[in-house]
T-cell receptor, first 112, second 112 residues
Framework: GDQVEQSPSALSLHEGTGSALRCNFT?????VQWFQQNSRGSLINLFY???GTKENGRLKSTFNSKESYSTLHIRDAQLEDSGTYFC??????????????FGKGTKFSLIP | NTKITQSPRYLILGRANKSLECEQH?????MYWYKQSAEKPPELMFL???????RNETVPSRFIPECPDSSKLLLHISAVDPEDSAVYFC????????????FGEGSKLTVL
């Protein structure tokens, strides 16, 4: 099965509301990253976490390696938040180089 | 993100050979090629660290990477197949074992 299970696969919000995305991991991960892929296709770094919680504007992310999950909270959703969100987690591969495993993505859109 | 530049941005190929170029100005040691097909997350193709190829995923032999120096990455493509239509992203990180991954803007390949 997949090492990274991302949910939901799609999310629609009214402007000004909020919600959370989640990634569950089936193996121990060292760190997690969150990306937004915007309407132009650019992959924008949102967060890199080895543990704990980080906040940036209307976004907040948490990584709990013991319980094997990470969340991304969006509050006060705006049009510029539209796009696809990916989590990507680092495990420690036997070769000594990290393998970054991506979730399948959450397609986010704003309800007019 | 203007610190990782890719060219060309758009590429339409019949059976011709072509190369994608990438340069990063972040002082990173690790550079990557990722392939993103429609509605999917990026998939790792090649990983270089300090100009050495250290990870080579299952990629058709018509894709040949080259790393002329630690800030530049090339991807030579020959005899393309329709399944190669995708966006090819260059990325970099401080090292292979730590640090955030940064993506270039991508090169969209369309195979006729």
């Amino acid at each position: 099965g997949d090492q990274v299970e991302q949910s939901p696969s799609a999310l629609s919000l009214h402007e000004g509301t909020g919600s959370a995305l989640r990634c569950n991991f089936t193996t121990t991960m060292r760190a997690v990253q969150w990306f937004q892929q915007n309407s132009r296709g650019s992959l924008i770094n949102l967060f890199y976490l080895a543990s704990g919680t980080k906040e940036n504007g209307r976004l907040k992310s948490t990584f709990n390696s013991k319980e094997s999950y990470s969340t991304l909270h969006i509050r006060d959703a705006q049009l510029e938040d539209s796009g696809t969100y990916f989590c990507a987690a680092e495990d420690v591969a036997g070769t000594g180089s990290n393998r970054l495993t991506f979730g399948k993505g959450t397609k986010f859109s704003l309800i007019p | 993100n203007t610190k990782i530049t890719q060219s060309p941005r758009y590429l339409i190929l019949g059976r011709a050979n072509k190369s994608l170029e990438c340069e990063q100005h972040l002082g990173h040691n690790a550079m990557y090629w990722y392939k993103q097909s429609a509605e999917k997350p990026p998939e790792l193709m090649f990983l270089y660290n300090l100009k050495q190829l250290i990870r080579n995923e299952t990629v058709p032999s018509r894709f040949i990477p080259e790393c002329p120096d630690s800030s530049k990455l090339l991807l030579h493509i020959s005899a393309v197949d329709p399944e190669d239509s995708a966006v090819y992203f260059c990325a970099s990180s401080p090292g292979t074992n730590t640090g955030q991954l940064y993506f270039g803007e991508g090169s969209k390949l369309t195979v006729l």
